[in-house]
């Protein structure tokens, strides 16, 4: 029953650095969106948070984040990421005020001086 008519199979590519920097840019702009279909099946699929930050060769920067970047970084910072404690929760949030108070007593003085 068969036709006798073969598929071709997907052959494997090797990974190679591209040696000309102007193709640097055509490549990635071209697989940018493969990159990222990846993530984007984690986070629809299966409910997870990804968060992927990509910089292009050209130093143009791409990020793909499900659901958002404050609900990521709240989430690592008091779910067991960084800050483990409520403790270190509340110095690193006295330690990052006292850091803005600094820079507002600052602008404040230069402003005074104009």
Do not use: W
Request: proline letters at 5%.
């Amino acid at each position: 029953m068969s036709s006798g008519r073969k598929t071709t199979r997907r052959k494997k590519i090797a990974i190679k650095k591209i040696e000309i920097p102007k193709s640097h840019q055509v490549t990635f702009s071209k697989s940018i969106n493969r990159i990222f279909k990846k993530p984007t099946e984690l986070a629809f699929l299966y409910g997870a948070y990804p968060f992927v930050l990509i910089l292009s060769p050209g130093g143009k920067p791409h990020v793909f984040v499900h659901p958002g970047v404050d609900v990521i970084v709240n989430q690592f910072l008091n779910d067991g990421g960084l800050v483990e404690k409520q403790d270190d929760a509340v110095a690193y949030n006295d330690y990052k005020c006292a850091g803005i108070d600094g820079f507002a007593r600052r602008y404040n003085e230069l402003n005074d001086q104009i």
